[in-house]
């Protein structure tokens, strides 16, 4: 995925931006407008099956699940891969605020950004219940997962093929076999946790 930057603007500024530029993929981090440019037939397909299964599990009366849709931080906006987000939330908007679920699928591009800046931000919403990084070189995905305390682990879970994703505020538990069945993975990229 490769990014381009534009000049300085605050938030108002990139909420006025984007309005005018439905078709392109734009994110707002440190005082900026962030061009975001495509991905690999295999991110789409990790998000898709990340989408897919969330959406087959998640209470539809209760919950939305939306690919490249915003999260709104207090400093950023965002295109995350994957987001379940509550049905409440008004129709006609681009982001939200109150994201249960964040699905990010790592890139060599994005890998720093999606492993260190990221959590953070998305783990400063008290909506949010899992922060989910899934690899395109191995099929593991990296999940903070707010605990029965209300916290989230200060490191991230590794979960391979044989284990499972759970959500207990969702009542879900995905299969990471199902996320990665028949896909080519792409050996030679970056590491999934470098």
Request: with cysteine; aromatic share 8%; glycine share 6%.
């Amino acid at each position: 995925m490769n990014i381009r930057a534009f000049i300085p603007v605050d938030k108002a500024a990139f909420h006025r931006f984007i309005a005018t530029e439905p078709e392109q993929r734009y994110e707002f981090a440190h005082g900026r407008i962030i061009e975001m440019h495509g991905g690999t037939n295999l991110h789409f397909r990790i998000a898709r099956r990340m989408s897919t299964l969330l959406e087959a599990q998640v209470d539809a009366k209760t919950w939305l699940v939306f690919q490249e849709f915003g999260v709104e931080t207090p400093q950023t906006v965002r295109f995350p891969d994957v987001v379940v987000l509550p049905v409440g939330d008004p129709s006609g908007a681009r982001w939200t605020q109150v994201p249960a679920v964040i699905v990010e699928v790592l890139s060599a591009s994005t890998s720093r950004l999606d492993l260190d800046e990221k959590p953070r931000e998305y783990m400063s919403l008290p909506s949010l219940q899992a922060y989910i990084v899934a690899s395109q070189t191995e099929a593991a995905c990296l999940a903070w997962i707010r605990g029965g305390d209300g916290r989230f682990p200060a490191e991230p879970v590794e979960l391979v093929s044989a284990e499972k994703i759970t959500i207990p505020a969702l009542g879900v538990a995905i299969d990471m076999a199902d996320i990665y069945a028949g896909l080519a993975l792409d050996t030679k990229g970056p590491p999934s946790h470098a």
